[in-house]
């Protein structure tokens, strides 16, 4: 009997000790959690920023996240029911329009999903599909995770997001011929959110690369030169650094741009279990897609 109570302590501790998975992630961030370490920082950056111009401009919450694998969780069911018990963990959206949307990656198992609130009928399960596939899962068959994730939240916040915002239900939508100041109106606010989105995820390059035409401070001539690079932490204490160098082409002119820290799965992770979202619901629609 005693041998029986230690074996069953034993079994107790290894299903609820540290040690053990939860059902899903822990929530770190409302817009970009990047728990499989698949991009770089200023990808991360980008896109939270457009993101969260999505949210200011629309009241939208889109949040993307990545993992390893589904197996590191103890949620049971295929990639669909998986990410719909994500999206309603973390409660992604208005509680009251459920309008929310998440984009997960999950690198090792070679799959991803566009998961939709239960605001959005079988009208955007069908443009999310061809997001999924035309715009998404080439670049990840590649290894460029990065660059389909831009791809993929440029395109959900312009075709699935937006038009949701100005026109609800695609296919329950009553038709109405629009004036043309109601028309102008329309595309004047798509006109700014995209300058915003643009900005949010390019904005770092573009600044990079109009440092050429500014003029040295040494010998006042243009062609100046951007570079950045990462210190890496020389002990556990530390975390990595951001270091960006403005350099003359001309002269022995040098700037060093003060470190950043850079982020850590430790610093990703902390946060409320929601995450600031706003407790929406999915019903299940959306769209997978695999490599």
């Given at each position: ?55 200011s ?33 973390w ?11 998440l ?70 939508a ?54 950045r ?30 470190p950043?820290?850079m ?26 897609g695999?490599?």
């Amino acid at each position: 009997m005693r041998r029986f109570c230690t074996l069953l302590g034993i079994v107790i501790f290894l299903c609820t000790g540290p040690g053990a998975a939860s059902d899903y992630p822990s929530v770190a961030d409302l817009h970009f959690n990047d728990f499989a370490n698949l991009v770089d920082v200023e990808t991360e950056e980008g896109t939270r920023a457009a993101l969260s111009a999505l949210l200011s401009q629309t009241g939208i919450e889109m949040t993307v996240v990545t993992i390893r694998s589904r197996q590191d969780y103890e949620a049971s069911g295929d990639l669909e029911e998986f990410t719909k018990g994500l999206f309603n963990d973390w409660g992604v959206g208005d509680v009251t329009r459920n309008d929310g949307i998440l984009l997960l990656v999950v690198g090792d198992d070679r799959e991803t999903r566009i998961q939709l609130g239960s605001a959005y009928n079988q009208g955007y399960d069908v443009i999310a599909q061809d997001i999924v596939s035309s715009d998404m899962v080439p670049y990840f068959r590649d290894g460029a995770y990065g660059e389909g994730i831009e791809r993929g939240v440029v395109e959900v916040i312009d075709r699935v997001a937006l038009r949701n915002a100005e026109d609800g239900p695609i296919d329950n939508a009553p038709f109405t011929n629009p004036g043309l100041f109601e028309r102008f109106d329309g595309w004047l606010f798509g006109i700014v959110f995209a300058g915003i989105a643009a900005y949010g995820l390019f904005g770092r390059r573009i600044g990079d690369g109009m440092t050429r035409f500014r003029r040295c401070p040494g010998c006042g001539r243009r062609g100046l030169h951007s570079e950045r690079g990462i210190r890496p932490a020389t002990d556990a204490s530390e975390v990595p650094m951001e270091l960006h160098r403005i350099s003359c082409r001309h002269c022995d002119f040098r700037e060093d741009r003060e470190p950043r820290a850079m982020k850590t799965q430790a610093g990703r992770r902390s946060g409320s279990d929601r995450g600031g979202f706003g407790g929406g619901k999915s019903s299940g629609g959306g769209a997978s897609g695999r490599w």
